[in-house]
């Protein structure tokens, strides 16, 4: 299955792939004079309007990346299976499938493992450049899907070695909870904006509801959690230095 955006970049229309069924539909995005509640992602626009980002790469190639970083990264520490599961809190045995790229790691086991090396999620994932190129164009930004959630992270600014901030564009489905452990390294900062929808951050034990338009900014030291209402969706960015 394929996505396209209609000419006037107001609507999504699906492409069935030969041996699918079903018929091709339009629908507005939100905002539109059809959607009832601007600035709320519906629960029944989310994967119309989000799914085209699931073309590149594909989720197969993502998990032989994540594997080859995470054997790589392990062997330039000189950590056993056992030590990084305890370093980690992933046990051995999930943690020898994802570097045979058996499984694919959702957003919490990665979470985990970034605080266990001390990097961020997007330098687990790339090997990060010494030089950067100025421009990243949309159709070149990778985008990773949570296997357990309606989770996608599309990273919009790559990681470099010239560069100390990454942005990230994310987007969590109707009734997603994701936590973390413990951030890659303390002290973290973070900005984040709520582009459309609703969502609550839980930082340092104190959650923020945040509106289409809110700012959020936080010095990451603890736990954290990304959640969604039960009806509506999530799109933001994250800005992190």
Known sequence: MRWIRAASGRTMSRIVSPGMTGNTRDKSLPG?????????????????????????????????????????????????????????NVSRATLSRLENAEVSPTASVLGRLCAAYGITVSRLMYLVEDDFAPRVARDAQAVWVDPQHDFHRRLVSPPSRALGGEVVECTLGPGTRIAYDAPPRSGLEHHLLLAEGELT?????????????????????GPSVFSTPATVAARYLLFIL
């Open 201 to 221: 951050v839980g930082v340092d034990g104190r959650d923020h509801r945040l509106q289409p338009g809110d700012c959020l900014r936080y010095q990451l030291r």
């Open 32 to 88: 539109s004079n059809q959607d009832s509640q601007p600035g709320r992602l519906r629960c029944d626009l989310f994967r119309d309007n989000f799914s085209y980002m699931e073309t590149i790469p594909t989720q197969s190639a993502f998990d032989n990346r994540i594997a080859q970083r995470l054997r790589a990264l392990r062997g330039e520490r000189g950590w056993s299976l056992d030590a990084l599961a305890e370093r980690s």
